[in-house]
């Protein structure tokens, strides 16, 4: 269970972090001159330590990756499940490809102004911009999991003796 809960904090202070700095480069991409020091600094530096947290998500991840990374280039029988697992593979895959180009070109424009071209900053946006939705396909894809995983996280134990209230209507 140390585990579980291990990975979902992560998976929680990463979505919050994705969605600050998300929310940071959209509105710094449609409307340069609103974005002040403030949410500049947001996107910058809760970006870079979004990294750290990527790098530990997948590491968290990484028995997952190599199980069905195997089992994809292993003929098996189509199933349904077969099929959902192949889907969110190519999903993670993509959405890791755009984080590694999302990340890196943020990198080199933070550490060196100098070097960001413009085919640099093309990158950085529309990939970011692309990045969005494919980060709400991944939340869509594993909903059920992370309401599962919620609920079992913070279901409360019961007390010997302890009466819990319900709501009921009585029938005639």
């Keep these: 269970m140390r585990k579980i809960k291990l990975n979902y904090l992560v998976n929680l202070v990463f979505f919050i972090q ?35 947290f990527f790098v530990v998500h997948i590491a968290l991840h990484w028995r997952w990756i190599v199980l069905t990374t195997k089992n994809l280039f292993r003929r098996q029988r189509e199933m349904i499940e077969g099929r959902k697992i192949k889907l969110n593979y190519l999903i993670d895959l993509a959405f890791f490809i755009q984080f590694a180009l999302v990340g890196y070109s943020g990198l080199i424009m933070y550490f060196n102004h100098r070097a960001a071209a413009p085919i640099l900053r093309l990158i950085h946006d529309k990939v970011g911009i692309l990045m969005l939705v494919f980060f709400v396909v991944h939340i869509a894809l594993h909903w059920r999991r992370i309401v599962f995983t919620t609920k079992n996280l913070f279901r409360r134990e019961m007390k010997e003796g302890e009466v819990i209230e319900a709501n009921y209507m009585p029938v005639d």
């Excluded at 994705?18 to 509105?27: E, R």
């Excluded at 340069?32 to 996107?43: C, E, S, W």
């Excluded at 910058?44 to 979004?50: P, R």
């Design 18 to 52: 994705f969605a600050l700095v998300g929310y940071s480069g959209l509105v710094m991409f449609f409307n340069h001159h609103a974005a002040g020091p403030i949410l500049r600094l947001i996107h910058d530096k809760v970006g870079i330590l979004m990294l750290v």
